[in-house]
Every structure is written in C-alpha cells, then in structure tokens.
C-alpha cells in the first residue's frame, strides 16, 4: 500500500481559503503514486490558533468538507483529511476529522477525544468526542485519531480491539516536545503490533513552531520513513499484510489480562 503523508505547512500570512486551495492541489498531486494520503491536524487554522476556532469553524459538511471530498475524487486516493474545526448544529464545537473514499464519500468522522491545553486552548474550547472510530481500506482496517490522542495508549488498544491493524495519526504537534513524538510514534506500533502513519504539521501555529518530522513505522517500531522539519510529502510503502504476520510469529497481544472488552463505538 502506498502512503503520502503531506506535511503541510500552515503560516499566519496565508488565509483560510488559499491554504484550502493549495492543500487541494498537493492532494490532487497524489494521484497515481498514492493509494491513501493523510493531512495533519487543523491545518485549516494551525492547531494552536485558538482564536481562529470559533470564527472559522463549520459544519461537519462545509467548505473543507466540499474541498477534500473533491480532491480525494479527483486524485482517485483514500484522503485522510486531518482535521477541521467543526461546529455542531446544537452549537458545541468539535475537532473533527474526515475520512474519504477515492468516489469522494465520507468514509468515517472522528471528534477528538483527549483535548490537550489542561485548562485552557483547545480542552476548554472545543467539546470531547466519545466514539472510537475504525475505516476498512481495501487491504487494512484503520484506527483514527488526533495528536494529543497519542499520549494515551488505552485508545489504541481499544483501536485494536475494533480490529485496526494500522493506526493513523493526525497532528500538530510542537518542535519543543518532537523527541516524544517519535517515540509515542514507536511505542504504539510495538505494543500494539500495527503500522503506525503519523502526519505532522510545519511552519508556526499562533507562534508556536511545529515539529514536522512525519513518520511511518512498521509493526516491529521500525521507522519505514520519516520527514523533516518543512513542508514536504513524505511517501512511503507498506505492506499490511505484516502485521497478522507479526502478530502470529510474536503472539503478545494474546496475553494481554487487562482490558479485554472491547469499548463499544
């Protein structure tokens, strides 16, 4: 399976709508050397533009919904399309990412569950989302979740518990805690035997730099490939049919004691 993560680079001197046409155009980019393409967290904002939150949130169908759902169409590719500041018609917000289908149908919403900002910036801001959520691609199921969501490996587990054999990551994650990054990153891909995609951001969130530093990493916590700092496309091949493989040549998950149920969506 073929994978471009697309680091993008959000800057405060680009507006809402030129960022969306460009990250169009770089997802369009992928076609034919891409079977599934993942975009970071929140890249409509930046991830750490509070104040953009409420202004430019939308509706779970609105003007990104419309572009992505478009652009995954046009490039013929399963678009994982980071993450939106989303407003729930009842008013609450919530951060909220899009899954679509190479016919451009959305293939499966995820609101954020752990907010980062203890007690203030996004954990007071935005609302928390309650459902696990799994996509079945064509040769992987996968796991959805959003950056601070790494932290906490009981969702992976409950991941995997839904069957998710590769667990996708959408971040904006900063440059100063990058080292946790890389070994979240790895430690989820070893303790739950699964591949790893994690797409960051670049450039400087409300003043905050990001780290970049996209990674893939195989179920063994090999890293397959890694991006840099800036924007880029990090493009990588996988074979996910590895992971049964893994998983019956190293039954670890079979002893596992604790937190045998499955959470329910």
């Not at 969306?20 to 997802?27: Q, Y």
């Not at 409950?158 to 990153?185: D, F, Q």
Request: glycine share 10%; aromatic share 8%.
């Amino acid at each position: 399976m073929r994978a471009s993560l697309i680091q993008i680079a959000v800057n405060e001197d680009e507006s809402v709508n030129s960022r969306r046409d460009r990250v169009s155009s770089l997802v369009r980019d992928q076609a034919g050397s891409a079977d599934l393409v993942v975009l970071p967290e929140l890249w409509p904002t930046g991830a750490f533009a509070y104040e953009l939150f409420a202004s430019e949130a939308e509706p779970l169908e609105g003007p990104t919904f419309e572009a992505m759902a478009k652009a995954a169409r046009d490039a013929g590719v399963w678009l994982h399309a980071g993450s939106i500041p989303e407003r729930d018609p009842d008013g609450p917000l919530y951060n909220t990412a899009l899954v679509f289908s190479p016919d451009g149908e959305l293939a499966a919403a995820y609101r954020k569950i752990h907010r980062f900002g203890f007690d203030k910036g996004e954990a007071v801001l935005m609302s928390a989302g309650r459902e696990l959520v799994t996509v079945r691609l064509p040769k992987t199921v996968a796991g959805v979740t959003t950056c601070y969501d790494l932290r906490f490996p009981e969702l992976y587990r409950g991941l995997v518990g839904l069957g998710a054999e590769t667990l996708i990551v959408s971040a904006g994650w900063p440059e100063r805690r990058r080292a946790h990054w890389t070994l979240l990153a790895q430690a989820r891909a070893v303790e739950n035997q699964a591949f790893v995609l994690a797409c960051g951001s670049a450039g400087t969130h409300a003043g905050v730099p990001q780290a970049g530093h996209s990674i893939v990493v195989d179920p063994w916590g090999e890293v397959l490939g890694e991006a840099g700092a800036g924007e880029e496309v990090l493009r990588v091949e996988f074979d996910p049919s590895r992971v049964g493989v893994t998983r019956e040549q190293f039954p670890a998950l079979k002893d596992r004691v604790l937190g045998l149920e499955a959470p329910g969506r």
